[in-house]
């Protein structure tokens, strides 16, 4: 596997093959397509526009995290979509078979930066915000075997906790929690951090807002403590076309040029990730 | 047979195609210049250019809907220098004209911006955008048609391009406002922009946007734009550019047939960007398969032969026809 792939964003229309398409946990799909240009410029922390099904209904593409990617000979021949239903569109996803052509747009967005292999990773994933994780434990693992690999995973209760075995099988550490303590710490997967945080380590977070709001509230503080780490998110607003053409999708980003100190950048070609103290958390509603 | 002619002509602008894309849709229409094969269609609309940058609506800005979606941008944009700074330099390179839409907060500021984009040789016509749903007092100037004449009739002077006129759906009714647009010397109308619609989120007993309103678009809007060009063509003698909820090379013929000179492609970009063009490249292998040699024979076929008699879609449409015409 090549570690060292530079990345490139492009809007793309692709034509994939779907070669597996299971449910791995309770509305929790795991949706294999075969592509090999895609899964060779492929980078971890990037996503794809998914068409759901064919036709116009429902009519915008769906935004979905590069979860795997598939290898055969070596080479990339495929991508992994680790997908939970929510609505028509992921439903719609569910009756995709085998075997049936699937279009999507990508590999789209700015990857993670994966910084060095001295640095202590940690990745903080909530919910199906856990998706880019295999990729990028995947990726770091080719890169370096020894380096120090961290996998904070929280879900609400044992059912929403993902890809934990997975990543535990490539030598992450892994600590999980949830909301009701059916499985490990009960509370919340930013409590975890908590303790690892020390000058030198690198965060890459993915999950709902709220929990990038009081990861942003945490990393504040132990900054001002005299800590110096990075810590990147990825963020999840609604993308109605994910290359940039609509600006539907945007956060508010700090700006010293802007009257109010911020304005609002497109998450899909400026992000999704974003360097944590980029982003106005102040100003984002906390709903999905 | 030949191959097929698809040239159409908005006034003096010669475009290869009848396909352009609708503004807001496509960026500011050089950013993807690399991805798509912009010599495959007739032409790039911008985003609407203000005269200050704008940062635009706090999200959520955009909400799907069955056959189409809600957006609330509010106009978004870098602003007139920004527009310069970043945009213009990267327009001579493109391999079709470009189309700048514009938007004022006054009169004056329309006719400056007129005046100004008048100075680029980048810019083949200028689109007024009289119909922003998403901007407090985005919809006045296109609302009243002694305003429409008169803001038109200024930004021609002052900008010495071919003018189209965007209007709104969200009037009584856009004829007489398309007539004022032709009086006001405009080279062609642009129909139409979104429909008003909102969404609601019950729990929270709430408007999902923060102004409450946005507009409606994509193919759910088809047949009531596609009215609007069919009426309005009828009604005056200027070319119509249809917008709404086109999608393929059969939505694009039936706005010709309706009575479009051109039309403009918006939400359906956002599937894939190269939209436009596989609707142009499919029109022509349409218009091939058909045995039609000339595009322009189609426009406005289905018009019925007296030119004045507008189309009695409904009651409330043949009453509208009879005030426009007064
Ligand atoms: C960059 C990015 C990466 C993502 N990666 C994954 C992933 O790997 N796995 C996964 O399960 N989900 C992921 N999501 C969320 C996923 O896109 C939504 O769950 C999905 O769009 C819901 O569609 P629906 O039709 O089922 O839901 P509906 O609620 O019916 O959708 C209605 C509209 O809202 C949008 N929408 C609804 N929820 C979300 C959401 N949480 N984020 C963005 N848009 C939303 C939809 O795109 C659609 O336009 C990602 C989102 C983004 C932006
Ligand atoms: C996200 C979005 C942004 C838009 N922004 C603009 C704009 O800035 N100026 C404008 O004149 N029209 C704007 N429009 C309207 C479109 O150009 C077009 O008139 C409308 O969407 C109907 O066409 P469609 O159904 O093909 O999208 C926008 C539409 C959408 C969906
Ligand atoms: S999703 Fe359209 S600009 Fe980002």
Redesign the interface.
Known sequence: MNATCSSTSSAQMRVGIVTGNVEVAPDCWRLEIRCPEFARSATPGQFLMLRCRQGLDPLLSRAFSICDLIYEGGEPVGLVVLQVVIGVGTLALTKRVVGEEIGFLGPLGNPYDLGTPDEHMIMVAGGIGAAPFLYVARFLRARSAEQRLTYLVGGRNKDFVYLADEIAALGCDVQIATDDGSLGHQGYVTQLLDPLLASGVRVLACGPNPMFKSLASLVEQKRAEGLEFACQVSTEESMPCGYGACAGCVVPLRSDNHPDGFRYGKSCVEGPVFPVEAIRWDLIRSIH | MNSPSLAVSIGPLDLRNPVLTAS????LGH??AD?VDLSAIGGVVT?TVTMNER??N?????M?S????L?S?GL?NPGWDGFVERTLPKVAALPCPFILNIAGKSEAEFVELSRRAGELAEVAALELNLSCPNVSGGLDFGRDPVAAEQIVARCVEASGLPLMAKLSPNVEDVVPIAQACERGGATAVSLINTFLGTAIDWRARKTIFARGIAGVS??AIKPMALLAVFRTSQAISIPVVGIGGI?SATDVLEYLVAGATAVQVG?A??????MPVTIAVELRRLLQSEGIEDIRALIGSAHPSQPKHVASATPRAVNQAEVSEK
Do not use: Q, S, V
């Open positions: 807001g849709t496509f960026g950013e993807f991805l985003k940062i635009g706090p999200p959520p800005r955009t799907e069955a056959g189409g979606m957006n941008i978004m994509g193919p999608a939400t970009c956002f599937l894939d960007p190269a």
